[in-house]
């Protein structure tokens, strides 16, 4: 098949920045979509006729080079009393791509589609654009198509898309010294299908995606003079303060995503290497980043999953195997100047008391579990423990900047420390669970940077920190029982345990205690500097 680029008149087609077009005609709706498809390198030509309110565009065809083409349907632009435009749409019309000859290839490909309530509606054009699309349902389906004879394409090829609940609007702003955009998405749920069938090549198999519950947003802002200011940062000659000063006057950055239930199959029951299957499933997830006069923060997280895979396969020695974690997040935040608190508005922990700017890092992966084949094949034996595993750490702290650093023209040079005076560290949870050890940790450092003597260039530490570890001592036993370690490992892993940690309320369970006071370093209550 010819290489191509598809291109579609789609909404952002008719948000192409360029004159303002505070009352749209449809002539300039096909104006735009014009320069929007010449724009990507392709060319779109139709027949044109004024019925009233509506120029209707008939047999539009996208020319995407190489002989290929886009054969879309008539399309009506229709004017309103409000001054916007109204993009029409047959309820079902088949999108077709003309191909040229090749000895694999069909000569035609159509996607019938059925999209009975679109609506798509043009407000405004160029730099001040607005535009919304609904439909309560679309749907698209491949039609069958013919192979040339001794063609060794797929015999036999189905691919299905239907969406339900779609709601999208893009709105910016481009025309003033200030630059602001704001958009959104919804989509109630998403079914794409696949299955294909090519018997010369032993492959038959089908693919399925369902998803629900999807809404993204992006909000963004630039105060005048947000590219020079940048520019001059850029080339070093701005610093801190110029920064801030942007973030003063509003500039802002503001996107997330979310998704609800996702099913993902994948089952070939013939293929060159036997039959494989795989189904991938999550209840949630999303990602969000936002960057604004408070600081920035981001956050990733996804909800329950299961993954289940069977087959074979010469790179895999397994025939099958499935995993599956309560819960999986990375998420972080940095205060800016200003800002204190800004941690513990976007859900982070932050610590106690004070001014200073905040900042905040989480990583969680909770209840992994792995299925039993995954455990035999790293341990037969079954000497490990095959609990459900867990890794969490959660820090806030607070940061003090050196006034220089927010003084005309600062610059840093690489091999400087940080412009801080001081720092802090909070450790609001640690949990390390897996293999048979449980180790947790709670505590605090401040640092501060004025003094890099007491603790050679390292900010003088204070503050103190405890850990509980079970286990350990038995997680070593378990690897001298699989051969892992040698015997100067063991005994220094079994020697480094007795000097780090003191017994208490077990054989087995293990407390350590670091303090950092009065420029000293205590272990467990002795004094070791």
Request: hydrophobic share 45%; aromatic share 6%.
């Amino acid at each position: 098949m010819v290489p191509f680029r598809l291109t579609a008149l789609c909404l952002p087609c008719l948000l192409v920045p360029g004159v303002v077009q505070a009352e749209v005609t449809a002539d300039q709706v096909w104006a735009l979509m014009q320069e929007a498809v010449a724009e990507s390198g392709a060319r779109v030509s139709a027949g044109e006729s004024r019925r009233g309110d509506r120029l209707v565009l008939t047999r539009p065809t996208i020319d995407i080079g190489d002989g290929a083409l886009i054969l879309l349907p008539d399309i009506t632009l229709r004017e309103t009393a409000d001054r916007s435009v109204i993009v029409e749409l047959p309820p079902r019309f088949p999108l077709t791509l003309d191909l040229p000859p090749g000895p694999n290839d069909p000569d035609r490909l159509t996607l019938t589609v059925a999209a009975p309530d679109l609506a798509i509606t043009v407000h405004s054009l160029g730099d001040k654009a607005d535009a919304t699309v609904t439909a309560g349902s679309i749907s698209a389906s491949l039609d069958p198509f013919v192979l040339p004879p001794g063609a060794r394409g797929p015999a036999d090829i189905f691919v299905a898309l239907a969406v339900a609940d779609l709601a999208l609007s893009w709105r910016h702003d481009l025309a003033g010294p200030a630059l602001a955009a704001d958009g959104s998405g919804s989509l109630g749920t998403l079914h794409a299908e696949m299955r294909i069938d090519i018997p010369a090549e032993d492959i038959k198999g089908s693919m399925a995606l369902d998803l629900s519950s999807i809404a993204v947003s992006l909000t963004g802002f630039a105060p005048p003079g947000t590219e020079v200011v940048m520019d001059r940062i850029d080339r070093s000659e701005g610093g801190l303060a110029d920064f801030l000063g942007l973030l003063d006057n509003g500039l802002l950055l503001d996107a997330s995503g979310t998704h609800g239930p996702l099913a993902f199959t994948f089952d070939a029951p013939r293929s060159p290497d036997g039959p494989v299957a795989m189904d991938l499933s999550t209840t949630n997830g999303g990602t969000s980043l936002v960057f604004d006069r408070k600081g920035i923060f981001y956050d990733s997280f996804i909800g329950p999953t299961r993954i289940f895979f069977r087959g074979r396969s010469p790179d895999f020695p397994l025939g099958e195997f499935d995993a599956s974690l309560t819960e999986y997040r990375n998420a972080y935040s940095l205060g800016f100047p200003g800002a204190a608190g800004a941690a513990a508005a976007n859900g982070l922990n932050a610590p106690k008391g004070g001014d200073a700017p905040v900042w905040g890092a989480v990583f969680k992966l909770t209840g992994l579990t792995l299925s039993q084949e995954l455990w035999t094949l790293a341990d037969p034996g079954k000497v490990m423990p095959r609990d459900p595993m867990s890794l969490v750490i959660d820090l806030a702290g607070t940061y003090t900047l050196d006034p220089k650093a927010l003084e005309p023209g600062f610059k840093m040079n690489p091999d400087d420390p940080p412009p801080f005076t001081e720092a802090s560290l909070d450790l609001a949870e640690l949990l390390v669970s897996g293999l048979g050890l449980t180790m947790t940790g709670s505590g605090g450092l401040s640092f501060d940077f004025t003094d890099l003597v007491t603790y050679p260039d390292v900010p003088r530490p204070e503050g103190k920190m405890s850990f509980v570890t079970t286990g350990a001592n038995a997680l070593i036993d378990r690897f001298e029982q699989l051969g892992l370690m040698s015997e100067d490992d063991l005994t220094a892993a079994r020697f480094g345990l007795l000097f780090m940690g003191r017994i208490e309320g077990g054989a087995d369970r293990l407390v350590t205690e670091i303090e950092f006071k009065d420029r000293s370093f205590v272990l467990n209550g002795q004094r070791i500097r």
